[in-house]
């Protein structure tokens, strides 16, 4: 009992921490992709976040063709390292060097949430609030905007009502349930 008793709450931890931290460096990628104003005071905090693990990984691995490679790996070795954690404390009997392979549907799902919750975010705060300034939206808009954009010139406006977020999610939603399961099953990921 005190094994399976203390292991979902660590388990809980352990997720939670890595994740902020994972999804941290995620948001600093994707913003650094998209070209978003590295001035906001969000980015600062999430520059100065990921800086202390990120900058000596970019000493060893420089970007190529603007994507920051060191990012991208620094989120699979803190991705495979969560998912190491999670197969010790809950006794399954896994090779851990297949952490690595499930490592790439979980960022994968996490890079699609990110951009859909940007997206519901920003739609929510245009009906509450619309025309408002924020340092929060405004990199939600620097992320949102490249799916956004070529989405609006295919999708019209309906009685001046913007539908091109909604195809947007639809259009992620699908690409999530038709892209992850076969990585999973490819790579066996049990956490399905």
Known sequence: ???SYLSNPLVF????????YILLVMLRFLLQLTHADFYNP???FIVKMTAPLLNPLRRV?????????GAIVLMW?????ELA????VSGMGTHLAATFAWSLPELINLALNVFLFAILI????SWINPGTYNPVLSLIHSLTEPLLRPARRIVPTLSGMDLSPMFVMVGLTLLKMLLLPPLQMLTGTPFR
């Open 85 to 88: 954690l999670i197969v010790i």
């Open 13 to 20: 931890l352990i997720q939670f921490l890595f994740g902020l």
């Open 122 to 125: 920003q739609v929510i705060v």
């Open 77 to 81: 070795l803190l991705q495979s390292l």
């Open 42 to 44: 969000i980015s600062q």
């Open 1 to 3: 009992m005190g094994i």
């Open 61 to 69: 691995i420089p970007g190529m063709a603007g994507i920051d490679l």
